[in-house]
């Protein structure tokens, strides 16, 4: 099947997708706003958040990286109803698991955030394992080639 055969599909489709390419272009400039701090915004930032900025490993930027634009690929994969949009969530899951299971591991992000640190890694990985969900549906459905 390729893109010209692909089956019709609801109308939330494009608004998920939609949706999904916003996000992931948030994350995006997260990952900027990241890697782009001034020494001078770095010493502003209150010391326990200073601390796991400085512990963190460029590799663990590199995690993000992957994370952000691989599901803005996955999203782009949706809007263009292409099926390399699944990989492409995937990676981005993955890489997000990295990235947060390695904050708490190499950092001292469990001193400077405590448990409610772990409220957005949870909604993030809700969204990224909904965003694999429904790409992998689109692929079934057809929706997809």
Known sequence: MNAATATSHPTSFKVIAILALLWNLLGVAMFYLQI???????????????????ATPSWLNLAFAISVFGGVLGAVGLLLRKRWAVPCFLVSLLALIVQIVSAYVV???WVAYGA?????PVVLLAIAL????????????????
């Not at 701090?37 to 010493?43: G, H, K, N, S």
């Not at 409610?116 to 957005?120: E, V």
């Not at 909904?130 to 080639?145: D, H, M, Q, S, V």
């Open 36 to 54: 782009s701090m001034t020494p001078e915004a770095i010493a502003a930032l209150p010391a326990p958040q200073r601390e796991v900025y400085e």
């Open 107 to 109: 950092t001292p992000a």
């Open 116 to 120: 409610a640190g772990l409220a957005m």
């Open 130 to 145: 909904f965003l694999l969900w429904y790409a992998r549906k689109a692929e079934r459905n057809g929706w997809i080639a």
